[in-house]
């Protein structure tokens, strides 16, 4: 079992930036994959961006290319999305999901989740 508390979110001014953080425990975090989706108001839920164990893989969804970065620290067991000219648009429930294989962009794919971020951005 991995369980994952996800913290960081708030309201932002449009252009701003946020720093969520995902914070793992249980079992190995290491061999762990880590995705980050959201999910606006009468929206589906998104994917937005995965990091594979090792860090080295990661891949973004494109409308969050070149704006939002994702990066993990084993040795704190936390997983990062760090959020650049935050826009409206990006309003949403941020939520951090894990699975033990390569990263992946289908949330059916993760069994594990935390209980979400809100994040805010006014324009």
């Known amino acids: 079992q991995v369980q994952l508390v996800e913290s960081g979110g708030g309201l932002v001014q449009a252009g701003g930036s946020l720093r969520l953080s995902c914070a793992a425990s249980g079992r190995t975090f290491s061999s762990v994959s880590k995705g980050w989706f959201r999910q606006a108001p009468g929206k589906e839920r998104e994917f937005v961006a995965a990091?594979?164990?090792?860090?080295?893989?990661?891949y973004y969804t494109e409308s969050v290319k070149g704006r939002y970065t994702i990066s993990r620290d084993n040795a704190k067991n936390t997983v990062y999305l760090q959020m650049n000219s935050l826009q409206p648009e990006d309003t949403a429930v941020y939520y951090c999901?894990?699975?033990?294989?390569?990263?992946?962009?289908?949330?059916?794919?993760?069994?594990?989740w935390g209980q979400g971020t809100q994040v805010t951005v006014s324009s």
């Open positions: 990091i594979n164990w090792s860090g080295i893989d990661t």
């Open positions: 999901a894990a699975r033990y294989g390569p990263r992946s962009s289908s949330g059916s794919e993760y069994p594990y």
